[in-house]
C-alpha cells in the first residue's frame, strides 16, 4: 500500500505553526488598545481610527532590517533584531509628524525553530510597545529549502495617523533655520553589508555589543517636540546617512551645512573608515555617523528644542539652512 504522504513530509509542519500563532496571538494583546477590534488569528485586522481626530490622515511605512540578519545569525542573537524591525518603520512614520497605530510583521524561513521565532516575536512585541503601536497581525511562513537552516527574513509594515494640517513635510524649511541632531545607538540597521566586508565573521563575536545593538525608537521624543515646537522638517537617518536623507525633506532652493565638530562620531564609524580607507563622503552616505535623526527647527527655537530634547536624548545643533540645491554639505 503505498504511503499517505502529509505536508509535514514535504517540511511543513502545521502543527507547530498553529502554536507558535496561539504564542503571538497571546503575546500581541500586551500591545493592544481599545482601537483594536481584531487581531491576530482571523484573516485580517481592525482598527479604529482614534476619538478626536478631525482631519486625520493615514500614514504608512515598510521596510526590513537588511543584512544586519547575517550577524543575527552568526550570533544567535535574535531578540534585538525584532526592534530594529519595528525601528526602521516607525521611525520613518513619525518623520511626517504620525503618531503610530498598528504595525504588521512578516516572518519567513525554510524551517520554523519556536526558540528562534519567538525570540524575534518578543524584540517586534519590545519595539510596539517602545513605539506605542500595537502589533494586530502578521504572517508566520514555513518555506522548506527556500532559505539556508537556521536562517530567516523579516519585514514590517507600520500605520499611523496625523491630522492634515499637522503634517510635516519640509515645505516651510527657509535659509537660517537650525538643524538638530538626535544621536543614534551606533549603527541601527544600514549599511551592514560594508561593515560584514571590514569586519571579518571571525571577529563579530568580538564586536557583538555595538553590531547587534537595536535602532533607536525616537517616538516620544518627536511626538513631545511636535506638540510643543514649530519642527519644520524630520528626516530618519537611514539608508543614504546624512547626505540622501535630508534632502528629502528640503524644500527648493535651500540645502545644509553641517558641522561634524559639534557631536563625537562614536568609535565604530571611525574603525570602519580607516579599515576600508573610506572617504568623509562615502561615510557619511552609509552610514548615520552618529546621528539618527535631524530636525530642522527656526532658529529662534532652536536652543528651547535642544534642552527640552536633553531631558530625553543626546541632542546637539549640528547645522544649519542655507541657500542651495536641496544638497547637504559636511565640513569639520
Known amino acids: 500500500m503505498t504511503k499517505q504522504i502529509t505536508y509535514k513530509d514535504s517540511g511543513v509542519d502545521i502543527d507547530k505553526a498553529d502554536k507558535l500563532v496561539d504564542y503571538i496571538t497571546r503575546a500581541a494583546k500586551k500591545t493592544y488598545s481599545p482601537n483594536v477590534l481584531a487581531g491576530i488569528g482571523g484573516f485580517s485586522a481592525a482598527f479604529s481610527i482614534p476619538k478626536g481626530c478631525k482631519n486625520p490622515v ?3 511605512c515598510t521596510d526590513g532590517v537588511g543584512t544586519k540578519l547575517k550577524i543575527a545569525f552568526a550570533l ?3 531578540r534585538t533584531i525584532g526592534i530594529d524591525l519595528v ?18 510583521d512578516y516572518f519567513a524561513t525554510g524551517k520554523l525553530n519556536s526558540n528562534q521565532t519567538k525570540d524575534v516575536l518578543k524584540g517586534i512585541i519590545e519595539g510596539c510597545k517602545i513605539s ?4 494586530i497581525g502578521g504572517e508566520t511562513a514555513e518555506m522548506p529549502d527556500f532559505y539556508p537552516p537556521g536562517e530567516y527574513d523579516l519585514s514590517g509594515f507600520a500605520v499611523g495617523i496625523v491630522e492634515k494640517n499637522k503634517i510635516i513635510d519640509g515645505r516651510k524649511i527657509k535659509p537660517g533655520d537650525a538643524v538638530i541632531g538626535l544621536l543614534s545607538s551606533g549603527l541601527h540597521s544600514n549599511g551592514f553589508s560594508l561593515v560584514r566586508k571590514l569586519i571579518a565573521q571571525k571577529e563579530w563575536r568580538k564586536f ?3 553590531l ?11 511626538l513631545k517636540l511636535i506638540k510643543r515646537f514649530a519642527i519644520k522638517g524630520i528626516a530618519h537617518i537611514t539608508g543614504g546617512g546624512l547626505l540622501e536623507n535630508i534632502p528629502r525633506v528640503l524644500p527648493d532652493g535651500t540645502g545644509v551645512i553641517i558641522k561634524k565638530e559639534r557631536w563625537q562620531v562614536p568609535p565604530i564609524f571611525s ?3 580607516n579599515r576600508g580607507n573610506i572617504s568623509a563622503d562615502e561615510m557619511c552616505r552609509t552610514f548615520n555617523m552618529g546621528i539618527g535623526m535631524v530636525l530642522v527647527v527656526p532658529l529662534s527655537q532652536a536652543d528651547k528644542v535642544l534642552r527640552f530634547s536633553n531631558k530625553y536624548e543626546r541632542a546637539y545643533i549640528i547645522g544649519e539652512v542655507v541657500k542651495g540645491r536641496r544638497e547637504v554639505r559636511i565640513i569639520n
Not at 525601528?87 to 504588521?104: E, T
Not at 506605542?132 to 502589533?135: M, S, T
Request: charged residues 20%; glycine residues 4%; contains cysteine.
Open 212 to 222: 547587534i545593538e537595536p535602532t533607536k525608537i525616537y517616538t516620544d521624543i518627536i
Open 132 to 135: 506605542g503601536c500595537a502589533l
Open 76 to 78: 544567535n542573537k535574535h
Open 271 to 273: 574603525l570602519l573608515q
Open 58 to 60: 493615514l500614514v504608512s
Open 208 to 210: 557583538e555589543k555595538v
Open 87 to 104: 525601528a526602521m518603520s516607525v521611525n520613518d512614520l513619525i518623520s511626517s509628524g504620525a503618531k503610530p497605530l498598528f504595525f504588521l
